[in-house]
């Protein structure tokens, strides 16, 4: 069940009437616990045990760290972290077809299970729990706060991904008369706006970046296709989480803002202040300060850092093509960093909008190995980018049309948003009115949400 099915809104309707029927008050958390277990298990319903195991796990492991944090917390990450790579990487190691593994019922069964949706994001939650108590040396939550911290349906699959010292003191009484409706409707129509109209129609024009179809195009062609990729993945992305965000508010749940428009950084350092605000946040405070952070010297600040973007990368999938794209932010982030003190100091236009332009097209053509996992295609593309094209016969694609579906990013970066803050204020509600018709009028051919992948 994903967002943009007519299922979900019924769904989301059914569960929202019952969360606030006075009759089943005291029992908020049991229904969106309930509700989310259903969101997890609908179409797949055999992962249901995995979650529960990581959960009931999680939760177990707890208990032992609040009593000797010094034993069971790495106990309780190595936990984790070991589902996480059994799923997601076991492939890099297993060969699924070897008789030896086969012939053992159990395992044959654990090999062929699917990706679990949402692994990594689920896995995270797990971790943030058993770190942010422990450390706190808090009393232990009930169970059924734990799962609602760990599989609150909007975020469950793709994030954004929230620490436990901030989701677990929101959990109380819900009222209808606090909702916000207003913001939850707009974080909700900009979602479905972002992920229908634009990223759904992008994804026409950048299909074409798949192999094989990248052979037939022609080097102006490949370039356009990444800009356009760019735009795709961030209205995709931007999108989901901005329906979580608003998901989250009907319920009474603030959710951490997950971008904060990344296209015009005009560092790379700022660009991972703005792209995945919350994996960023959770990388720092979980992986990049345990490392040493910046405190031991130069070297080693280099060295977590590239750590950190290469482990991030291969967050993602278990591919070199995802290896090399942190890797290459880590590259980056080191280049910049004895330079970024001065450049700061410069008070001029121009300058930060060359810095603006260099980081965009960076970071644009680090996208490629995020469209072309497979390191060969990627490089491929990238070489075909440089070299003139020899299918005499090119698709013709309508770039005109493709910057109608691309506007609404531009815009919102260019701050669009402040002139309806200021004198166009009144036209606010016409402007979601539309969103919310382009979004059902206009909406591209039906497609997943990219980081349902990982």
């Given amino acids: 069940m994903t967002f943009t099915s007519w299922q979900f809104g019924v769904f989301a309707a059914i569960v929202f009437v019952l969360y606030y029927l006075p009759a089943l008050k005291a029992f908020q ?3 969106l616990v309930a509700a989310s277990l259903f969101f997890y298990g609908y179409g797949q319903p055999e992962l249901l045990p995995l979650l529960a195991v990581a959960v009931l796990g999680t939760y177990l492991l707890l208990a032992l760290a609040l009593e000797n944090r010094r034993l069971w917390l790495p106990i309780g990450i190595a936990f984790n972290l070991a589902l996480l790579a059994f799923f997601k990487y076991k492939f890099l190691f297993l060969d699924a077809h070897a008789p030896q593994l086969s012939s053992i019922a159990p395992i044959d069964f654990l090999l062929k299970l699917p990706l679990p949706v949402g692994i990594s994001f689920f896995v995270f939650h797990n971790i943030s729990l058993l770190v942010d108590l422990t ?39 819900k009222y209808l008369a606090d909702v916000a409706f207003i913001d939850a409707a707009k974080w909700i129509v900009s979602g479905y706006f972002f992920k229908l109209y634009v990223a759904n129609n992008l994804n026409e024009f ?12 022609q080097p102006t062609d ?4 990444v800009i356009l990729y760019g735009y795709q993945i961030y209205a995709d992305f ?20 997950n971008f904060n428009l990344p296209y015009i950084s005009a560092s790379f350092s700022e660009f991972w202040t ?33 750590i950190v973007m290469g482990l991030g990368g291969l967050w993602h999938g278990a591919a070199l093509s ?39 097209f960076c970071v644009t053509m680090l996208w490629i190995f995020f469209k072309l996992p497979n390191f060969d295609h990627a490089l491929d593309y990238i070489s075909g980018m440089f070299m003139p094209g020899k299918n005499p016969n090119p698709p013709k694609l309508f770039y005109a049309l493709a910057l109608l579906y691309a506007l609404p990013v531009i815009l919102q970066h260019l701050r669009f948003d402040l002139l309806m803050e200021g004198r166009l204020k009144k036209w ?27």
């Fill in 29 to 31: 958390v049991q229904v």
């Fill in 135 to 173: 450390r706190q040396k808090a009393g232990r939550p009930t169970l059924t706060a734990v799962f609602l911290y760990i599989i609150f349906f909007p975020q469950l699959v793709s994030g954004p991904i929230t620490r436990a010292e901030n989701f677990l003191p929101q959990i109380k009484p």
């Fill in 206 to 217: 950048t299909s074409y970046m798949d192999f094989p179809h990248y052979e037939t195009l």
């Fill in 222 to 225: 490949r370039w356009l296709l």
């Fill in 238 to 257: 931007f999108g989901y989480t901005a329906i979580a965000i608003g998901l989250g508010l009907l319920f009474g749940y603030r959710l951490p803002i």
């Fill in 274 to 306: 703005r792209w995945h605000i919350s994996l960023s946040n959770w990388l720092r405070t979980y992986l990049y300060i345990p490392l040493g952070g910046n405190r031991y010297g130069t070297f080693r600040t280099y060295l977590n850092l590239m």
């Fill in 322 to 360: 995802y290896l090399l794209w942190g890797s290459l932010h880590g590259l980056l982030l080191v280049i910049e960093r004895p330079l970024l003190g001065r450049l700061n100091k410069i008070d001029s236009t121009v300058l930060r909008m060359m810095r603006i332009a260099l980081v965009f």
């Fill in 428 to 454: 606010e509600p016409y402007l979601y009115g539309l969103m919310l018709a382009l979004s059902y009028l206009e909406a591209g051919p039906e497609t997943s949400f990219i980081y349902f992948q990982f």
